[in-house]
């Protein structure tokens, strides 16, 4: 990716990233942590403005809530979204809450998909409905895609490679597509 990421440093705009965490174990974070070729320093300090993302920010409780509410209102139109994990949704979305209000990741996900420029179901439980969506499946857990009307760019793996993930993101960074 290296001729890549150079051309992306020259047109990037720090892209404003918000991920969410629903359903999953936080390998696909694991994943992008290992990325080598731009760092995850690099990534997250030249090439994007790393908005909310649960587990890297500095951030809690209120804080971290009020970061992603003024996030969604401030970018409107302009984030990437990036969603780690299968959804429960319908009667069973009680089983996913954020917050100390207990919005279901349900509606944080359509929420957070209302605005954004686009939209990575990253790995294979957000692309697929992965282990939580399995048989007997009593979460109701869904894929990304079938939570939002909006086209979903799907990086599946579990978890997907952080060069996927990145390659992925840098492409949207550099054709806005």
């Not at 992008?32 to 587990?55: G, K, V």
């Not at 605005?115 to 109701?140: E, L």
Request: hydrophobic share 40%; with cysteine.
């Amino acid at each position: 990716f290296t001729p890549m990421v150079a051309e992306a440093a020259e047109l990037a705009d720090r892209l404003p990233v918000v991920w969410l965490h629903m359903a999953e174990c936080t390998g696909c974070s694991e994943s992008l942590l290992r990325s080598d070729a731009p760092t995850i320093d690099s990534l997250i300090f030249d090439y994007i403005s790393l908005e909310y993302h649960e587990t890297l920010m500095a951030a809690a409780g209120w804080q971290a809530e009020h970061n992603l509410e003024s996030a969604i209102e401030r970018y409107k139109g302009r984030y990437i979204l990036m969603v780690e994990g299968g959804i429960p949704s319908g009667n069973s979305d009680f089983y996913l809450t954020v917050g100390p209000h207990g919005k279901t990741g349900q509606a944080h996900a359509q929420d957070a998909a209302k605005s954004a420029a686009a939209i990575f179901a990253i790995g294979t439980c957000s692309s697929f409905g992965g282990v939580q969506a399995a048989a007997p499946n009593p979460t109701n857990a869904v894929p990304l895609s079938k939570v939002t009307n909006k086209p979903v760019i799907n990086v599946p793996g579990c978890p997907p490679s952080e060069k996927n993930i990145v390659g992925t993101l840098l492409h949207f960074i550099l054709y806005g597509t």
